[in-house]
C-alpha cells in the first residue's frame, strides 16, 4: 500500500481510538449499570454472615422470586382497586349483562401507564386485554382503526394525540351497532420529567380541560351508547365539570389515575363489580384548574435584569436566572378553595369578592361553581354514614389524640371506605396580628375500614399526632419563630372528603348557609365532629426538637427577604390579596452576587472558601492499616469513636470516590465494602411498574400503602438493590405539575402521612428509602436552580412537611435532594435545610444524595451532601483537599463516608457482610471486549505510524539507494 | 507556491480543512460559552489542528497534514465523549444528566466536518496527482 494510505489512515485510527478511549471510560464510569442492563450480577460472597433483613419468601431464589412476582402482581390489582376513584355513577356501574363493548378515545389503544420518567418499562396488562380476560368481546374494527391512526402525543406541545371528528368513518359508526351494550372512552394525559403541562397547549387551551377532539370522541358515545362510561387516565385532575352535558356527558366516570403494569385488571374489576371503589381524591378537581391559587404563579419567569448582572442559564451547574414566587403561602389546593369557602359562609375576609373569580357565574367567588370534585372525595356502588364516637388524647403531654370513627354501611352491597380525619384549628385575632395562616380544614390522620356487609359497622380507630395541629409562626418566641398552638377549640371531623367534613364543622360551630359541592344546601352532621379544648396559647411544646431549637431558619426563601413588599403574600385576612403573578422581579445585587458566588466568576461553581481557622488535611490520618472491616461495624451505635477508626483506614482518594454513585457506588476492597446499588423511582425500581403513587394514595389506605413499600423492599433483597430512589414527597402545588403521577398528593399532609408509613415498611426490611425531591421540586419547568420563594411558614407546612414524616415517623436514611433553590441556595448545597433542619431537627441519620448532576462538588459536601447521583467528583474533591491542605472539607468529606457507610451496614447490606466476605474484582465480559477493541484501535494507530515511516521514509530512501 | 498549485486537489482541501477549522474554532469559542459545552482540552487541539492544515499549504512537510488531522480526530472523540451522557437523555427520553443537546449535535457536526475536510488531503498526493 503506498504511504499515503497510511498517512490517510493514521489519523482516521487516532479519531476512533479516541473515541474508543472516551466510550470506555464512560462504560467504566456507569459500569454498575451496564452491568444491570446485560444482566451481570456481581455478588459478593461469604459465609458465616448472618441475615438481617429476610426476605418473606424465605430464600433468594427463583422460585421465591415467582411468588413474590406473583404476590406483587395482585398487590398491584388491589392498589388499583382501592385506588381508582368513582366519581359518577347514573346506575350503569357495575356494569350487567354487557358482553361487547366498544372502546372509544385513542388512549384506549395507547394508554398512558405511567409519565416519563426514572423507573421500570410497562410489561403488563392492557386495557383491551383486561376486558377480554373478564369476558367482554371488544370491537374490533374501531379499535384497529386507532391502532392505525398516525396521532401521537407530544409532551412538548400538549399534544393530547386524541383524534378528530373526521376520524370517525360510516363503516366505524356502523360498527358500534354490534358492540353497543356500552361504550368506555378513555382520556389520557401526560407529563413527565422535565416537562410540566400546559396552561395553554397546541390547542391553545388548557391541557386539563376537554379538548374539541375528545368533546367529537364523546358525542359520538353519547349519540350512539346508552351506556358511555368515562375512564381518567391522568395523573393530574382533568376539568371534568361538563360531565353531565346533554351533548357529550357521561353516566359514569372512574379516575383511573396511571394503571402500570396491572392496574387495568383492577379497573376491569371496578367496572364489572368485582370490587366496589373506595378510593378518594388526592386532588382537588377545578371547574377550571387555573383558578387555583398557586397556579397564579407558575411556568417560566426569568429576573427581568438577568442580564444586567450576569445571571444565566447553562446546563445543570449554573441556573441563576429563574425564579418562582409562590405567592399562595400555605394555601395550596384544597387549603384555598375551603378555607375560602368558609369565610364565603362565616362572611368574613372578603371572600366572596371577584378576586380569583374563574368559574363563578355571577362574578362573586362560589365554591359550588368553582369546585367540582372536593379533596378526598369518592363513590362507592354502596353508601356509608360516619361518626365520630370517642376522642381521647394520649401519649406523654397529650401527645398523640386517637379518635374512634364508627362507619356503618347503609347501602345494599358489601364496601369498603376510607376514614379520612380533618381539624380545623383555632383562626385568632394573634394569628391575624401575627400573619399566621390557618387552613380551615387540614387532613391529619387517615385509616379505612375492612370489607363491610349491608347494614355493618366497623370502628376504625386513628391516631393523630398533636404535633399536625401546630402552626409555624415566624414571630412566636420572641421573634425567634417556632411553632405555635392557638388556644381555643379545635374540631375533629371526617366527611366523604375535606367539604363535606368541614360543613360537619362548621354546623358544630353553629353556622349556616353550607352548600356542598353542586351547591346543594346542607346542614352538616355534628356527629361527625368532635372536639377538643386548648385553654392556653402554647409556643413552648415545639420550641425544641432533638436538642434543637426549632426557629427561624428559612427567612432569606422568601423574596421579601431581599426586596421588602416585593410581594403580598395570599391571606385569609381579606381574599383579595389573591396571588397576582409575579412577571417581572428584578433582583438586587445581593442577590445576584450571592447567585454569582455559586456560578461562573472562576469557572470552578464553587463559593466556598477554606476556613482560615481550617486544620490542616494531616490532622486526620488517613490511609492507616486496616483493622476493622465494615462487617465489624454492623450495629455499631453511629457515635461510637470505632467510626474513626475505620475512616482513618481509607485514603482521601477512596474517601472522594465514596460520594460518586453511578447507579451504585463501587466497591473498596480493603475495608469489606463490596459496593452497594441503587435504582430509580417511586413507581417501582425493580422491573415491575407499579400503579402511580398517587393512585396508591388515593387509597387512603395505610395497609395498601404498607404494602407497597413492603414489595419495594422485596424486589431489593431479590435484585440485590441498597436503596431506592423513592418514594416521591413533593407536593401536587399546582394541577399541572408534570410528576404529580409520581408524588402523593397536592396536600402537603397527606404526603407526610402516606411516606411516613411506606417508608417504614421499606426500611424495616433493610431497603433505604431515599425519598425524593427534598424539596420544593413541585414544578418542572426551569427546575434546575430555580430560585424558589414563600414564607417560613409555607415552606415548613408545605413542602417540608411533605418529607418530614418520611424521616421523624419512617425512619428514611436517605434522600434525593432537588434540583431547585431554597430562595437562593441549592437545595443540595444547603446547610440550613440538610444540616439544620433534617439532620437537627428532625434527627435525620442518613445520607442524602444529589439529583442527576446537580451541585458544586464542594460546595454541596460542605452544605450536607453526601452522595451525587451519577456525576464523579472525586477528582475534584481529592484534588482541593489535597492541593489546599483543607481538613475542613476532608472533615465534611469524612462524616459523608460515615453516612453513607452507617446506613449501608445497617441496611439490606448487612445480610452480605461478614468477616469471610470475599469481593469480585474480575471484569464483565463486556469489559473485557472493550479492552480489546481498544487495544485493538491502539495497534492500529501504532501500525499506521509505522507503516507510515516505513513506507515514507525508510522504504523510499532505500528505492532511492 | 500556494498559487501556483492552487489547482492541487490537497491544496484544495487543506485551505477547505483550514478554514473550515477556523470557522469552528470561532464558532466554539463564542458559543459554547454560552452552552456550557466549553473544553480547553477541545480548544487546543483544534487550534493546533487547524495551524497545522494551514501551516501544511506552505512548508511541505509530509507529516504535518497527518498530525493535524489527528489532532482534529482527536478532538472529535473527545466531543463525542463529552456529548454522550447529553445525548443519553435524549435516547432515554428523559433529563437525567441535562447539558445543550443541539449544541453538542452543532459541534459534533462541525469537528466531523473538519475532520473529513482534514483526513481527505492525507490520502492525496501531490505528486499522484501531477
Same mark, same amino acid.
Given at each position: ?34 452491568? +444491570?442492563?446485560?444482566?451481570? $450480577? ?36 388491589? @392498589? ?55 369476558? &367482554?368481546?371488544?370491537?374490533?374494527? =374501531? ?21 378528530? +371528528? ?12 354490534? %358492540? ?66 346533554? +351533548? ?73 436566572? $429563574? ?47 368553582? =369546585? ?34 364508627? =362507619? ?26 401575627? &400573619? ?152 438586587? $445585587? ?75 457506588? $463501587? ?39 404498607? +404494602? ?52 417504614? @415498611? ?56 432537588? %434540583? ?142 | ?130
Amino acid at each position: 500500500m503506498k504511504k499515503n494510505r497510511w498517512r490517510g489512515l493514521f489519523p482516521i485510527s487516532t479519531a476512533l481510538l479516541a473515541t474508543a478511549l472516551g466510550c470506555t471510560s464512560l462504560l467504566w464510569q456507569w459500569s454498575g449499570l451496564v452491568d +444491570e442492563v446485560l444482566g451481570i $450480577k456481581k455478588q459478593p460472597t461469604a459465609s458465616g454472615g448472618t441475615t438481617v433483613y429476610a426476605s418473606s419468601y424465605g430464600d433468594l431464589t427463583e422460585e421465591n422470586r415467582a411468588k413474590m412476582l406473583a404476590d406483587l402482581k395482585q398487590h398491584i390489582i388491589k @392498589e388499583e382497586e382501592e385506588g381508582a376513584v368513582l366519581l359518577k355513577n347514573d346506575g350503569v356501574l357495575p356494569l350487567q349483562s354487557v358482553k361487547k363493548v366498544t372502546l372509544l378515545g385513542r388512549a384506549t389503544v395507547d394508554p398512558v401507564y405511567r409519565y416519563t420518567s426514572g423507573g421500570p418499562s410497562w410489561t403488563g396488562t392492557s386495557l383491551r386485554q383486561a376486558l377480554e380476560d373478564a369476558g &367482554l368481546e371488544i370491537n374490533g374494527i =374501531v379499535f384497529s382503526a386507532y391502532e392505525a391512526s398516525t396521532c401521537k402525543r407530544d409532551k412538548a406541545t400538549g399534544d393530547i394525540g386524541e383524534v378528530g +371528528e373526521d376520524f370517525y368513518t360510516q363503516n366505524i359508526v356502523d360498527s358500534f351497532r354490534n %358492540y353497543a351494550d356500552a361504550a368506555i372512552v378513555m382520556i389520557s394525559r401526560y407529563g413527565g420529567e422535565g416537562t410540566d403541562l400546559l396552561r395553554k397547549d397546541k390547542d391553545g387551551v388548557s391541557q386539563l380541560s376537554l379538548h374539541e377532539s375528545e368533546k367529537a370522541t364523546l358525542r359520538m358515545a353519547r349519540a350512539n351508547f346508552k351506556k358511555v362510561i368515562l375512564l381518567v387516565n391522568s395523573g393530574n385532575p382533568v376539568e371534568l365539570g361538563w360531565m353531565d352535558s346533554e +351533548e357529550y356527558g357521561v353516566d359514569a366516570c372512574l379516575w383511573i389515575g396511571t394503571p402500570g403494569n396491572y392496574g387495568f385488571t383492577g379497573v376491569v374489576n371496578l367496572l364489572m363489580g368485582t370490587a366496589n371503589p373506595s378510593g378518594g381524591l388526592i386532588d382537588t378537581y377545578a371547574t377550571n384548574s387555573l383558578s387555583a391559587a398557586a397556579t397564579q404563579n407558575f411556568g417560566d419567569y426569568t429576573y427581568a435584569n438577568a442580564d444586567e448582572y450576569g445571571l444565566t442559564s447553562k446546563g445543570i451547574h449554573d441556573v441563576t436566572n $429563574k425564579y418562582l414566587v409562590e405567592a399562595e403561602g400555605i394555601y395550596v389546593g384544597y387549603r384555598y378553595y375551603e378555607t375560602r369557602y368558609e369565610d364565603c359562609i362565616l362572611n368574613q375576609g372578603n371572600a366572596s369578592s371577584s378576586a380569583g373569580v374563574f368559574a363563578s357565574r355571577n362574578g362573586s367567588w362560589n365554591y359550588a361553581d368553582e =369546585v367540582i370534585f372536593p379533596f378526598g372525595y369518592g363513590l362507592s356502588y354502596t353508601e356509608f354514614e360516619r361518626k365520630i364516637t370517642a376522642c381521647k388524647t394520649d401519649g406523654e403531654e397529650d401527645a398523640e389524640f386517637t379518635l374512634s370513627v364508627n =362507619v356503618t354501611n347503609t347501602g345494599s352491597v358489601a364496601g369498603k371506605t376510607p376514614v379520612q380525619i380533618y381539624v380545623q384549628t383555632p383562626y385568632t385575632a394573634y394569628d391575624r396580628d401575627n &400573619l399566621v395562616e390557618k387552613s380551615a380544614i387540614q387532613l391529619v390522620g387517615f385509616g379505612k375500614t375492612g370489607v363491610l356487609q349491608p347494614g355493618e359497622s366497623e370502628q376504625v380507630e386513628v391516631t393523630v399526632d398533636r404535633y399536625l395541629l401546630a402552626s409555624y409562626d415566624s414571630t412566636a418566641c420572641g421573634g425567634k419563630g417556632g411553632y405555635i398552638l392557638d388556644e381555643g377549640t379545635y374540631y375533629f371531623a371526617v366527611g366523604n372528603g375535606a367539604h363535606e367534613a368541614l360543613n360537619n364543622v362548621l354546623a358544630a360551630k353553629g353556622a349556616t348557609g353550607m352548600y356542598d359541592e353542586e351547591g346543594n344546601p346542607v346542614e352538616g352532621d355534628v356527629e361527625a365532629v368532635a372536639s377538643w379544648e386548648l385553654a392556653a396559647f402554647d409556643e413552648s411544646s415545639y420550641h425544641e426538637r432533638n436538642g434543637v431549637a426549632v426557629e427561624n431558619k428559612l427567612q432569606d426563601a422568601d423574596i421579601n427577604f431581599w426586596i421588602p413588599n416585593a410581594v403580598t403574600y395570599l391571606t385569609r385576612q381579606n381574599w383579595d390579596t389573591f396571588p397576582k403573578e409575579t412577571t417581572v422581579l428584578n433582583a438586587t $445585587k445581593e442577590m445576584a452576587d450571592s447567585l454569582n458566588a455559586d456560578n461562573l466568576g472562576d469557572k470552578s461553581f464553587e463559593s466556598y472558601q477554606k476556613p482560615s481557622s481550617a486544620p490542616s488535611k494531616n490532622s486526620f490520618k488517613q490511609g492507616q492499616e486496616v483493622t476493622l472491616k465494615l462487617a465489624d461495624l454492623k450495629g455499631v451505635p453511629y457515635d461510637d469513636a470505632r467510626w474513626d477508626t475505620f475512616l482513618n483506614q481509607l485514603t482521601i482518594a477512596q474517601l472522594a470516590t465514596m460520594t460518586s454513585d453511578m447507579s451504585g457506588i $463501587k466497591a473498596i476492597k480493603d475495608v469489606g465494602f463490596p459496593g452497594i446499588s441503587q435504582n430509580d423511582g417511586p413507581d417501582g425500581a425493580g422491573g415491575v411498574q407499579y400503579v402511580g403513587q398517587s393512585v396508591a394514595a388515593a387509597t387512603f389506605s395505610p395497609e395498601i400503602l404498607a +404494602e407497597r413499600g413492603f414489595f419495594f423492599a422485596e424486589e431489593a433483597l431479590f435484585n440485590g438493590k441498597n436503596a431506592v430512589w423513592s418514594p416521591g414527597a413533593d407536593i401536587h402545588r399546582t394541577p399541572f405539575g408534570g410528576r404529580n403521577f409520581e408524588y402523593y398528593s397536592e396536600d402537603s399532609y397527606m404526603s407526610y402521612l402516606c411516606a411516613a408509613i411506606q417508608c417504614r @415498611e421499606m426500611q424495616n426490611k433493610g431497603l433505604s428509602s431515599s425519598i425524593k425531591h427534598f424539596c420544593g421540586n413541585d414544578q418542572e419547568t426551569n427546575r434546575y436552580g430555580l430560585c424558589t420563594f414563600t414564607t417560613e411558614q409555607a415552606w415548613r407546612q408545605g413542602p417540608l412537611r411533605g418529607f418530614e414524616g418520611a424521616f421523624t415517623e419512617g425512619g428514611a436514611t436517605s434522600t434525593m435532594t432537588s %434540583y431547585s433553590r431554597y430562595g437562593l441556595t441549592l437545595t443540595c448545597e444547603s446547610n440550613t435545610v440538610n444540616n439544620e433542619i433534617l439532620r437537627g431537627e428532625w434527627g435525620f441519620v442518613g445520607f442524602t444524595i444529589t439529583d442527576a448532576g446537580s451541585g458544586s462538588p464542594i460546595d454541596s459536601i460542605i452544605g450536607g451532601t453526601d452522595v451525587f447521583c451519577l456525576n464523579d467528583n472525586a477528582k475534584t474533591l481529592n484534588s482541593w483537599i489535597t492541593k489546599q491542605d483543607d481538613g475542613n472539607l476532608l472533615a465534611a468529606l469524612r462524616k459523608a463516608n460515615k453516612n453513607i457507610f452507617y446506613t449501608f451496614v445497617n441496611g439490606n447490606l448487612g445480610n452480605v457482610l461478614s468477616s469471610d466476605l470475599v469481593i469480585s474484582s474480575s471484569l464483565s465480559w463486556w469489559q473485557v471486549a472493550v479492552i480489546a477493541l481498544d487495544c485493538i484501535l491502539g495497534l492500529a494507530v501504532v501500525g499506521c505510524g509505522v507503516l507510515y515511516v516505513l513506507k515514507g521514509y525508510v522504504l523510499s530512501r532505500k528505492e532511492e539507494k | 507556491m500556494i498559487f501556483q498549485k492552487k489547482f492541487q486537489l490537497s491544496s484544495c482541501f487543506l485551505t477547505a480543512a483550514g478554514l473550515f477549522s477556523a470557522g469552528t474554532l470561532v464558532y466554539y469559542l463564542i458559543q459554547s460559552n454560552h452552552d456550557a459545552c466549553f473544553q480547553v482540552s477541545i480548544l487546543v487541539l483544534l487550534a493546533v489542528g487547524m495551524v497545522g492544515e494551514i501551516a501544511s499549504l506552505f512548508v511541505k512537510v509530509d507529516f504535518i497534514p497527518m498530525l493535524a488531522s489527528s489532532c482534529i480526530g482527536v478532538a472529535l472523540g473527545l466531543m463525542v465523549y463529552y456529548a454522550l451522557p447529553t445525548l443519553s437523555d435524549l435516547w432515554n427520553n428523559v433529563n437525567f444528566i441535562g447539558g445543550n443537546a443541539f449544541a453538542y449535535f452543532m459541534y459534533l457536526g462541525l469537528l466531523l466536518l473538519s475532520f473529513v475536510l482534514s483526513v481527505i488531503p492525507c490520502f492525496l498526493s501531490e505528486k499522484e496527482e501531477k
